[in-house]
């Protein structure tokens, strides 16, 4: 049970990184990038969140058993 919830972890952070990817190349992104010189928060809380859940799911599921 604790090695699906970590490989579910670890897939929803890497889908949570495409989907931060794919904001940061949308047009609003692209109109903020050019007022601001950062991409839109929508994306960059997508990325944080993805890496996040990437690191989490694989460090549950290098870990050994105990």
């Given amino acids: 049970m604790n090695k699906a919830l970590s490989i579910g972890l ?5 889908v949570l990184m ?3 990817f794919t904001a940061m190349d949308s047009f ?4 903020s990038r ?3 010189g950062s ?3 929508k994306a960059m809380w997508l ?3 993805g890496l ?7 460090t549950l599921t290098l870990r050994s058993p105990r």
């Fill in 10 to 14: 670890l897939v929803g952070g890497v």
């Fill in 18 to 20: 495409v989907l931060g």
């Fill in 28 to 31: 609003s992104s692209d109109v």
């Fill in 34 to 36: 050019f007022f601001t």
């Fill in 39 to 41: 991409p839109t928060d």
């Fill in 47 to 49: 990325l944080i969140g």
């Fill in 52 to 58: 996040v859940l990437s690191v989490v799911g694989l």
